[in-house]
């Protein structure tokens, strides 16, 4: 059951540098924690079975998610191995067009393997569809998704999430393994970006 998402009021107080660039918060750092805690359990107990589960972080962004969620299974007693791989997909700006260019590949075989893909976002979907194809071209046991946010109303491709965190907005977010320009990427919650940020030039 996903979670309802109490909207923070008011300004962020400026505490790190970037606090001053937020407008406002939507997520907070205590919401994750406990969401990805129960997301853990949830995948432990659906692969209680399961000997080794394969984790898959596609990488920048979900990094973040990858380790907390990694030890949150682990807490739950489900011995999991991680691997990573990089994707650049092709559009105009910040839109994508599911043309996909594998940057860093799998590491290893994962025929026969019990596979979860780890997400940050799931937005238009695009990007998503054509990694789970190449995934299950190379013939897994399963694959299924974990993503810890989603933007219901940007996507243009259906997809198979089958655990997610946070249904949000169509806002510009950050934090959390989100970025602008790479920035934001270390903020331990996520909110907003105020519009006078991503409209400047950045250094």
């Known amino acids: 059951m996903r979670q309802a998402l109490p909207m923070a009021e008011g300004p962020v107080a400026v505490e790190s540098w970037y606090d001053s660039d937020i407008d406002h918060v939507i997520i907070t750092e205590e919401q994750i924690r406990d969401r990805i805690t129960e997301l853990a359990k949830q995948v ?19 990094v973040m998610f990858m380790a907390d969620f990694a030890r949150a299974l682990g807490r739950c007693g489900t011995p999991v191995e991680l691997e990573f ?36 976002i799931v937005d238009s979907g695009l990007t998503l569809s054509w990694l789970l194809k190449y995934l299950e071209s190379r013939s897994p046991g399963s694959v299924e998704v974990v993503a810890l ?18 249904d949000i907005a169509s806002e ?4 959390y393994g989100l970025d602008f320009a790479e920035r934001y990427r270390e903020m331990p ?12 030039s950045l250094p």
């Open 172 to 175: 510009f977010v950050v934090g």
């Open 44 to 62: 432990a107990a659906d692969y209680a079975s399961v000997d080794r589960l394969l984790l898959v972080c596609v990488l920048k962004g979900a």
């Open 85 to 120: 791989m990089a994707i650049s997909s092709y559009g105009q700006g910040a839109t994508s067009s599911g043309v996909v260019r594998i940057l860093k590949d799998l590491d290893r075989d994962i025929a026969g393997r019990q596979v979860i893909v780890v997400e940050d």
């Open 189 to 200: 919650y996520v909110g907003v970006l105020k519009p006078e940020v991503y409209t400047r």
């Open 149 to 166: 946010f989603r933007k219901p109303d940007a996507v243009k491709v259906p997809v198979p999430v089958r655990y997610v965190g946070f």
